[in-house]
């Protein structure tokens, strides 16, 4: 069964029509690229899931329970985690504090205003973890806002990991990277999520971090889905050579 | 271990100063620790929040005209007055934030400050209670609870003060180095990203903003059987202005800073004061110093001086 | 009696307009400053009463109202661009708390300035000759001077919105407003644009003292009631709207004098009432926008 499931998703901006009765199922050890130019509702769709937007119509449902109508801050206490398209970090924290704090938001005792030793010990073990997995256990102590525009990118996945989500939503992890970074992110990524345990959907402008990421691919294109499939079926697509005028096609070579 | 050791010789100098000071410096050092704690308390909200509050004197004031209140018509002892007025201020606090928190930035400030001025005209208004513009005179500092006459003698009272200022002070500290002042921290750094994270970050807000108004509330609370009166310059916007830059002054974000600054700015006051008429040139000199070349305030570069060698040292 | 309550309605608006004429002085300089520099400036009730009194005395020595009504405006203006260039300058890219500081200090420094200057007693000033008759509205007397505020007012107001639309100065100071770094890479000089709007900001706020002083006398106790006001009509209005400024100003002249004239008890707790009104309604004002 689909852990998360879309069903005739749209939302309307007045007369502007951003996500039109988008429908896709994500399931459990799964990576699912949402692509499409600019414009075409990526970013929108991932404030729909995780309720930063209310939809003009149609549900999203987590493990079989309905999150339209709760709050981000609800729908992340249910398991599902979030990166943003730009950097947003605790900037003089550090960056083990940085994904403590992440790890904190999913304890049942995050909000304790007194002591809190074994709350902090927990969090801290599971930041250290996701750090860990990362590549980023060796600036563990460093402010955050003093790291490699790269390394911020990476933190950002970590402090997603370290809440120890079921979905989770990555949202242009490679932007700004240059090639070489990008390159390393890749690497690090896939081994992450070759282990089976999460399900993640990816937006993404580079065709070829998607290409070595994803499993299946939904295109959107003014909204609305005009492919679904393996990435092998998408590239044959005519629909969609047709939308990206053949742009993509070279990117996978 | 060390900031502990600090901490007590400190506490044991400031016990022992009704013995070596004169009865008017007693007075002042009083009043410096109610404003002390009135500062700290605007520092949960300032520096571990930053949410910058215009109208920190509603908490004060609020206090100060309910203990009042309570000493002048009930036969409340005066540590049950003074806690049950800290109490007041708190669950008054909870509606204001409730409303301030819809807003965050300059919006914020000016919400606090659209309250306090509210406040403030009110007690122009309600005559019956508050004693309009002559305030409310001949506060007591009633004996009890038990017959208990200890607290009303001018030393007394000034342990009493001091007691309360070291238990806020403990409960500050141990408050914003607990999970729940991690979340604050992650608010002033970030609140889009705290929130993000999966943190109600508005209730947050609330729960620190009613508990800030509750200990400034104390304060004031405090200050009304001090001074033996409450008038409606505890709520104006004056004082808002005055705690934000003692906070400032001595360093946000500290909790020891703004008792510092509030001292200083108290004996500052005091000292131009006596020397000179024209006090307030001085006194606005000094703010610009300090903007200029103590950014941090004077705990904020104490504390930065005294790490400094620690950490070079690892 | 129908005609009396007519000509009450009538001197009473012109109350209103009047008063929104001095508020707007106050007000608009308070926002144009917090526009472009985000600094929210705790002297301007001072810089209102240092106007009032430095009019005061050049209208002594000159013996015009008017010299004193041009010249004031000008010292204190430069008086507030000295500020800008010397202190301010120093601070853009800290947090607002530092400006607070520094505006408070200034507002301390020019307070104690005053009272040493021309001592702790309220000044009262003449009503210029040419204004010092009444006009009959509907039979009611009303006096010309305040009958001139509405009038200049107005004019001014029309004044400072074509200067905004339409000269290249108000066209810096609306993009600066908008996107510093975005005017500085289009080589604007953004500083000469903050010094410059400092200090027509606190001439604006002179201008008001001047234009004042002859109704309720130049005093000490000035600033403290005036910068609430400022702060009133610029929060409703929106912090940094020209226009915004302007419906503030009117609305607080309106529940001041019809509030003092119906409901005196009330008036001055019911602006704030409406102050937190439009915030809950509108974070940012009525025309502002939310940070």
Sequence with gaps: MALLECEGLTRRFGGLVAVSSVTMQVATGEVRAVIGPNGAGKSTLFNLINGVLPPSAGLVRFDGEQLTGLTPAQVCQRGVSRTFQLTALFPEMTVRENASLAAQARDAQRWLPFGGGAVFHRARAKADAALERLGLSHVADRPAGLLSHGDQRLL???????????????????????????????????????????AVVLVEHDMEVVFRLAHKITVLHRGAVIADGTPEEVKADPGVQAAYLGDFADAAD | MGAWRGLILVVAVLALAPLGLPPYMMTLLTEALILGLFAMSLDLMVGYTRLVSFGHAAAYGFGAYCSGWLLINTDLSLPSAVFVAAIASGVLAIGVAWVCTRSTGVSFSMLTLAFAQLLYAITFRWTSVTGGSDGLAGIPRRPGPFGLTALTSKTGFYFFVLGLLVAAFLLCRQLVNSPFGAVLRGIRENEAKTLALGYNTRAYKIAVVALSYALGGLAGALYAPFAGFANSELLFWLLSGQVLIMVIVGGAGTLIGPILGAAFFMFAQHQLSSYTESWAIYFGMLFIFFVLFVPRGIWGSVAARLRRPAADGR | MQLGTLALLLTQTANVLSQTALLFFLGVGLTLIFGIMRVVNFAHGTIYMLGAYIGYSLARVTGSFWVALIVAPIIVGAVGVAFEAGILRRLYGRDGSAFLMVTFGLALILGDVVQIGWGASALRVAVPDLLSGVVLLLGEPFPDYRLFLA?????????????????????????????????????????????????????????????????????LGMAASMIIDAFVIVIIGGMGSFVGSLIGAFLVAFVQVFGNFYLPELAIAFIYLIMLLVLIVRPGGLLGKED
């Design chain 1, 156 to 198: 950002e996945v970590a402090m997603a990991l370290a809440q120890e989500p079921r979905l989770l939503l990555l949202d242009e992890p490679t932007q700004g990277l240059s090639v070489e970074e990008t390159q390393q992110a890749v690497e690090t990524l896939k081994t992450l999520l070759a282990g089976g345990e999460l």
């Design chain 3, 151 to 219: 009038g200049f007012g107005v004019v001014m107001a029309i004044a400072i919105w074509q200067v905004l639309e339409r000269t290249r100065f108000g066209l810096l100071i609306r993009a600066t407003s908008q996107n510093p770094e975005m005017a500085r890479a289009l080589g604007t000089d953004v500083q000469l644009i903050r010094s410059g709007v400092f200090g027509v900001g606190c001439g604006l706020a002179a201008l008001g003292g001047v234009l004042a002083s002859p109704l309720v006398t130049a005093s």
